[in-house]
Each structure stands twice: as C-alpha cells, then as structure tokens.
C-alpha cells in the first residue's frame, strides 16, 4: 500500500465516520458559521469542522498536467480500494467456510462424545448384569457344594 493511499483512506474514513457522529446542526466552525449539511466533497467538510477552509479550485483554473495525475493517482486509489474490498469479499467468505467447517466439527465431535457416553452405560450394564450372573453362579457352586439339591438344580440348564 502505498503512502498516499493510506493518507487518503484515512481522511475519507475520518471523514465518514465524523459526518454519523456529530449532527449537522452542531457542526460549527470557529468562526460560528453553520456548515452546510450536505457537501460533495468530504475532504473540505472535514477540513471546515476541523476549523479549516478548503475551496477547490474549479478544473479550468488547474493546471492540466496537475489535474492528469491527480486522476490517474485517483484511478489508482479507487483500483486499489476495488482490490482490498475483493480480498476483503474472498476472505470474509473463507472465514464463513472455516467457520462452518469448525461448526461441523463440533457438531461431529459431540455426536461422537453422545456415542461415547452411551457405550460407556451400555459397558456399564453388561458389567453389572455378568457380575450379577457370576455372584448367582458362585451362589449356586456354594449351594451345591454344601449339598442343596434344590439349589444346585434350580442353577443347571435342562439338557437336550
């Protein structure tokens, strides 16, 4: 970027940032005088707020070479100012895409903490469920040892 761009955005900026923030009717300039609310030319608007006085010279009365550069460096600017709005466009759409490709990823990621959690309760009912079993199988082994019939019988499977 070059110097004279940035002087440029700067003023425009400070200038259309100053036109929102204070209401015409209490833009004076020191010497009382009311400011015409709407001007084309926002340099000499901020240069008035600012106590300053700006008249342009009207373009017969400038110097041809001048006016050429001035409007080739104009066309320059406004080149400029079209190129960083098309990367701010290109980067304001690579950030929606990054943002809905992290969306995306949380989305999957607590689908996939869902998942977990619900094979950690499923893990967690078969371990109960076979130590369940196995505190009535070892009950049943007792049983038979000590000589209960009913109950050692009652825990085998009927053969086939």
Same mark, same amino acid.
């Given at each position: 970027?070059?110097? +004279?761009? &940035?002087?440029?955005?700067? #003023? /425009?900026?400070?200038?259309?940032?100053?036109?929102?923030?204070?209401?015409?009717?209490? @833009?004076?300039? !020191?010497?009382?005088?009311?400011?015409?609310?709407?001007?084309?030319?926002?340099?000499?608007?901020?240069?008035?707020?600012?106590?300053?006085?700006?008249?342009?010279?009207?373009?017969?009365?400038?110097?041809?070479?001048?006016?050429?550069?001035?409007? $080739? /460096?104009?066309?320059?600017?406004?080149? @400029?100012?079209?190129?960083?709005?098309?990367?701010?466009?290109?980067?304001?759409?690579?950030?929606?895409?990054? =943002?809905? +490709?992290?969306?995306? @990823?949380?989305?999957?990621?607590?689908?996939?903490?869902? &998942?977990? !959690?619900?094979? /950690?309760?499923? +893990?967690?009912?078969?371990?109960?469920?076979?130590? &369940?079993?196995? $505190?009535?199988?070892?009950?049943?082994? #007792?049983?038979?040892?000590?000589?209960?019939? #009913? &109950?050692?019988? +009652?825990?085998? =499977?009927?053969? !086939?």
């Amino acid at each position: 970027m070059t110097d +004279a761009f &940035r002087l440029c955005s700067a #003023a /425009l900026l400070a200038a259309s940032l100053s036109a929102f923030v204070m209401p015409a009717e209490a @833009q004076t300039p !020191k010497s009382g005088q009311p400011v015409q609310a709407a001007s084309s030319d926002p340099v000499a608007d901020l240069l008035l707020r600012q106590g300053d006085r700006y008249h342009r010279a009207p373009d017969a009365a400038q110097d041809p070479d001048e006016l050429r550069r001035t409007q $080739a /460096l104009n066309a320059e600017i406004a080149a @400029q100012n079209d190129l960083a709005e098309n990367e701010d466009r290109a980067n304001a759409a690579a950030h929606a895409k990054a =943002q809905a +490709a992290y969306q995306s @990823q949380l989305e999957a990621a607590e689908a996939d903490r869902i &998942r977990h !959690k619900s094979d /950690l309760n499923t +893990a967690a009912q078969a371990q109960a469920d076979y130590e &369940r079993q196995m $505190a009535d199988w070892q009950a049943t082994v #007792a049983a038979c040892e000590r000589g209960d019939r #009913a &109950r050692c019988n +009652a825990g085998r =499977q009927p053969s !086939k």
